[in-house]
């Protein structure tokens, strides 16, 4: 199934993430792509709001994993921005994490691919600056 959300700033995006987050079951992997600066970073602060985790979440830009475990359920927020191989991932036990007892988000998820599990959520962040400077168009992807 795929659902179209629009959001008007990033408090409304914040908002979309937390909601998801309120939802989210032990074992999700969410797929989250899009171009620099459309807010995939505040998807995710709000995702982990939606969780429970009450500590100031940034992107793991350079450690590539981050884990919070305070949460309703283990929140395991990646950023595979840097990653030059797949094989980095395999270094860092991925497979431990996307199968494991958390909640799995993904930034800059297409770099990975060949690693993401067919029944991955995908979310995919759009801007068009036509419909302003804050607003974001936001594809949900689930397979059933």
């Not at 995702?47 to 994993?65: C, D, Q, R, W, Y």
């Not at 297409?110 to 979310?123: D, N, Q, S, V």
């Not at 036509?130 to 059933?144: N, P």
Request: include cysteine.
């Amino acid at each position: 199934m795929e659902y179209i959300v629009e959001t008007h700033s990033a408090e409304e995006t914040f908002e979309l993430g937390r909601r998801m987050g309120e939802k989210a079951k032990k074992g999700e992997i969410y797929a989250l792509m899009g171009d620099l600066g459309v807010g995939k970073t505040v998807f995710s602060q709000g995702m982990a709001k939606g969780l429970g985790v009450e500590e100031a979440v940034n992107s793991p830009t350079f450690t590539i994993l981050q884990i919070y475990e305070e949460g309703r359920l283990p929140f395991y927020h990646f950023d595979v921005y840097r990653i030059g191989d797949v094989e980095e991932m395999d270094e860092i036990g991925y497979e431990d994490y996307f199968y494991g007892d958390g909640v799995c988000l993904i930034e800059w998820a297409g770099l990975i691919e060949e690693l993401l599990p067919e029944k991955c959520i995908r979310i995919t962040v759009y801007k068009d600056a036509e419909k302003g400077y804050d607003y974001r168009r936001i594809k949900i992807e689930t397979v059933s």
